[in-house]
């Protein structure tokens, strides 16, 4: 294991400020490292260089949308997990997620479902 896969670290990747820090709130006891990224392509750099046990995504996204930064990091890393936190309860959005790669996928209006995949996923 190198230094980048050595700690349990989570990235939240999300265009509002607001809403990354809310999630950050929500993983009070993850003793890991907090990744955060407001773009996909720094989405997908951040990935390549700390490797994060699990990704909290974002469908909107200012550069690019959620759903393509997914395929495009699965394309690189096929085990990558990544869940899909978005308001859009429709299921196209939950088809294509899952189409792209996402392990899971959450509402905005159930935040606290994250806190149970994220501890589910990186024990």
Same mark, same amino acid.
């Given at each position: 294991m190198n230094q980048n896969q050595s700690a349990t670290?989570?990235?939240?990747?999300?265009?509002?400020?607001?809403?990354?820090?809310?999630?950050?709130?929500?993983l009070p006891y993850f003793s890991g490292e907090v990744l955060e990224c407001a773009d996909g392509q720094e989405a997908i750099n951040l990935y390549r260089r700390h490797?994060?046990?699990?990704?909290?995504m974002d469908i909107r996204l200012k550069s690019s949308d959620g759903i393509?930064?997914?395929?495009?990091?699965? $394309?690189?890393?096929?085990?990558?997990?990544?869940?899909?936190v978005s308001s859009y309860g429709d299921e196209?959005?939950?088809?294509?997620?899952? $189409?792209?790669?996402?392990?899971?996928?959450?509402?905005?209006?159930n935040l606290y479902d994250v806190?149970?995949?994220?501890?589910?996923?990186?024990?």
């Open positions: 670290k989570v990235l939240i990747v999300d265009d509002n400020a607001g809403m990354r820090q809310m999630l950050r709130f929500m490797r994060p046990s699990i990704v909290l393509t930064t997914t395929k495009n990091i699965k $394309q690189s890393f096929p085990s990558a997990n990544i869940v899909m196209r959005f939950r088809a294509a997620a899952k $189409q792209a790669g996402a392990t899971a996928y959450v509402l905005k209006d806190v149970g995949l994220v501890q589910q996923r990186v024990a």
